[in-house]
């Protein structure tokens, strides 16, 4: 508590405060922009911010990563399209309530679910962390290795259309994390004799290639019609049904969300999804749902916000990333010289709790900047389609010429972003690819780890107890889709 | 033809995984007394890579079909636009070759505005005076503000 309060204090600062403000103000902005999301904003300022203290850049990441997910929202209610892939159910019923001229009730319920949500995770997120520190400390190499491949195992099979297709992703994601020395023997590896791999392809170009150059390649060359900003007729605030049938979801949603981000499975989708089915099973009135149900946009939105939170738990204690975002926010660390996990707590407190801290103010101001300034963010979408694209590609050149002041991998990027291009074509996930790239080298040194510890003892994974749950677990995640397809098929053969 | 396109794409990740297979057998075996070295963890990825693709490709052959129905499949069967490729195309080598002789602002500017021609935008007056516009702004902004070394 007393740490939370000593957060409290350098969130308050001045200085970090503005820090906070520019955070959420961007993610806003990125959030409600297509083509454009918190993972490829915090990649395209790591370099800018290399200068910037620690905390305040941390500080301004964070409020980008929650901003996302509200400005997310935002599109899905009034264009029908989602700026991020979290708020996809949103547009389900809240473009039916923009419709039906209920715009302002949707951004409203949207924005105080996801502040009821966002602030509720936070609580858990500054009660739980200090807990599973302690968990994290217990944890030897063969530990961490079967925990990084449970994340890959449920990250796969979770994101994205098939697991086969996760899995490809994720071995994409391995192949670009081995370019370069290897850590353990200085030994280089596919780097083809040209000097710039040596280091290993950065995290920055990888995803700046694939979401900002793969993503406009994909853009222009895929004719998509832009949709129409539904404006927003007079202010009808949230009546009192409006009300009572909202804060349940909120609650709701926020149950459903927080332990599924804080689980290593990964991604923002699946708790709206759950969120979505619950309200619609609970309902008395399930045939408004996609007319514009307000508690389809009650839910989700909080459970999405709730997510976000979450994510936060591993990252930090672990240093498991299970988001595209939080994997660059993993290297965000690392670019700093901080490693994330138990010992950060210890080495780095005010860090760690300023960061915290900054997470109850951000949603604050976002809830301040959302509720009455929604339809002005909105304008934002009259920027015209070519222009904004070509913004995002001077950006991407500007971000990835910084890292390393190198041509070489302004030219990368572009080959990266092809491989990103024919993944969305073919209907791949990428955050496997990000994911793979980052955790491929930390499962490396940590399988062989734990192999020197053991002198080469092999069974070291399974004789251990958490390890061995963890990969069993693991191995469940890999096998459930099958035994449900046994199952179905047994019953179908015997059934009349 | 959209199942021979993905075939395609089926036999890059095999040849990925294959590539890395012989490429790992070019890394140095390391300092002896590592049980496994630097070659282990390539052999493992190799191994899945050509896997999967094959497992991959199979369902492909089969089913001469993607597996699932993604939900934006419409978006991924439209066929894809040469020309705004080639602009693209372009505007990168461009970029490449021009960053360190002509600067940042020439250099980002002909990118921006080749990009909006590849979205087919015909105010290009416009775009051109947005595009130096947005570069100026960019470049003094991130070069003298942030102290970054722009070329």
Same mark, same amino acid.
Request: net charge positive; proline share 3%.
């Given at each position: 508590m007393r740490q939370l309060l000593d957060g409290f204090a350098i969130a308050l600062d001045v200085g970090n405060l503005l820090w906070a403000l520019a955070g959420v103000v961007l993610g806003t902005i990125v959030g409600i922009l297509p083509g454009i999301g918190?993972?490829?904003?915090?990649?395209?300022?790591?370099?800018?911010?290399?200068?910037?203290?620690?905390?305040?850049?941390?500080?301004?990441?964070?409020g980008i990563y929650y901003g996302a997910m509200y400005g997310g929202s935002t599109t899905s209610i009034l264009m029908n399209t989602p700026g991020e892939s979290g708020s996809m159910i949103?547009?389900?019923?809240?473009?039916?309530?923009?419709?039906?001229?209920?715009?302002?009730?949707a951004l409203a319920t949207a924005a105080l679910g996801s502040f009821v949500a966002g602030t509720i995770g936070t609580v858990g997120l500054t009660f739980l962390a200090p807990m599973l520190v302690t968990l994290a400390l217990s944890f030897g190499p063969a530990e961490y290795f079967a925990l990084i491949v449970l994340a890959f195992t449920t990250i796969s099979a979770v994101l994205g259309a098939s697991p086969l297709r996760g899995f490809i992703s994720l071995f994409l994601g391995l192949t670009l994390g081995l370019i370069g020395i290897d850590l353990q023997t200085g030994q280089a590896r596919y780097t083809y004799g040209v000097p710039q791999l040596l280091d290993?392809?950065?995290?920055?170009?990888?995803?700046?290639?694939?979401?900002?150059?793969?993503?406009?390649?994909f853009a222009?060359?895929?004719a998509r019609t832009h949709g129409v900003v539904t404006s927003v007729k007079g202010w009808t605030w949230m009546t009192r049904e409006d009300w009572s049938r909202s804060w349940k979801s909120w609650l709701r949603g926020t149950v459903i969300g927080f332990p599924i981000g804080a689980l290593p499975v990964g991604g923002a989708e699946i708790p709206t999804f759950l969120s979505y089915w619950l309200e619609k099973r609970l309902s008395p009135r399930p045939n408004e749902f996609g007319h514009g149900a307000i508690e389809g946009v009650a839910g989700p939105e909080?459970?999405?916000?709730?997510?976000?939170?979450?994510?936060?738990?591993?990252?930090l204690t672990f240093g498991l990333p299970t988001s595209a975002t939080a994997a660059i926010l993993l290297a965000a660390f690392q670019q700093h010289n901080l490693q994330p996990g138990p010992l950060l707590f210890e080495t780095n407190p005010e860090l760690v709790w300023g960061l915290i801290a900054s997470l109850y103010l951000g949603n604050v101001m976002l809830l301040v900047l959302n509720l009455p300034l929604a339809p002005v963010w909105a304008k934002l979408l009259d920027i015209p389609q070519p222009l904004l694209y070509g913004g995002i590609v001077m950006f991407a050149t500007v971000g990835t010429y910084s890292v390393n002041n190198s041509v070489f991998d302004v030219g990368l990027v572009y080959v990266i972003g092809l491989m990103g291009f024919l993944m969305r074509r073919f209907g791949f996930p990428i955050a496997p690819v990000i994911i793979g790239a980052i955790l491929g080298p930390m499962?490396?040194?940590?399988?062989?780890?734990?192999?020197?510890?053991?002198q080469g003892d092999g069974w070291v994974f399974v004789s251990r107890p958490v390890s061995a749950l963890l990969l069993g677990i693991a191995c469940l995640v890999l096998a459930w889709p099958l035994m449900l397809r046994t199952a179905r098929l047994g019953r179908r053969s015997t059934g009349p | 033809m959209r199942s021979r396109v993905e075939l395609g794409f089926?036999?890059?990740?095999?040849?990925?995984?294959?590539?890395?297979?012989?490429?790992?057998?070019?890394?140095?075996?390391?300092a002896g007394y590592d049980r496994i070295g630097p070659r282990f963890f390539p052999y493992v990825v190799a191994t899945g890579l050509v896997v999967l693709g094959g497992c991959y490709a199979v369902s492909i052959w089969w089913s001469r079909r993607p597996i699932v129905r993604v939900p934006a499949d419409d978006e991924q069967t439209t066929p894809v636009h040469w020309r705004a490729f080639g602009f693209l195309t372009a505007s990168f080598l461009l970029l490449v070759v021009m960053l360190?002789?002509?600067? /940042?602002?020439?250099?980002?500017? $002909?990118?921006?505005? &080749? *990009?909006?021609? %590849? /979205?087919?935008?015909?105010?290009? $007056?416009?775009?051109? &005076? *947005?595009?130096? %516009?947005?570069?100026l702004t960019v470049y003094l902004a991130f070069s003298r503000g942030l102290g970054l070394a722009l070329p």
């Open positions: 918190p993972a490829l904003t915090v990649a395209l300022l790591l370099p800018v911010t290399f200068r910037v203290e620690p905390v305040s850049a941390f500080i301004m990441f964070a949103t547009a389900l019923d809240g473009y039916a309530m923009a419709r039906s001229g209920r715009a302002s009730a290993g392809i950065d995290v920055v170009v990888i995803v700046v290639g694939l979401f900002a150059i793969g993503e406009t390649l222009a060359t895929t909080a459970a999405n916000n709730a997510a976000a939170a979450g994510v936060l738990i591993p990252l499962a490396e040194q940590q399988f062989r780890r734990a192999l020197a510890i053991a | 089926a036999l890059v990740v095999i040849a990925t995984g294959v590539s890395l297979f012989l490429g790992a057998l070019r890394v140095g075996a390391g360190e002789p002509v600067g /940042f602002v020439l250099a980002s500017s $002909l990118q921006f505005w &080749l *990009v909006t021609q %590849a /979205f087919g935008s015909r105010t290009r $007056l416009r775009d051109g &005076l *947005v595009a130096v %516009a947005v570069a």
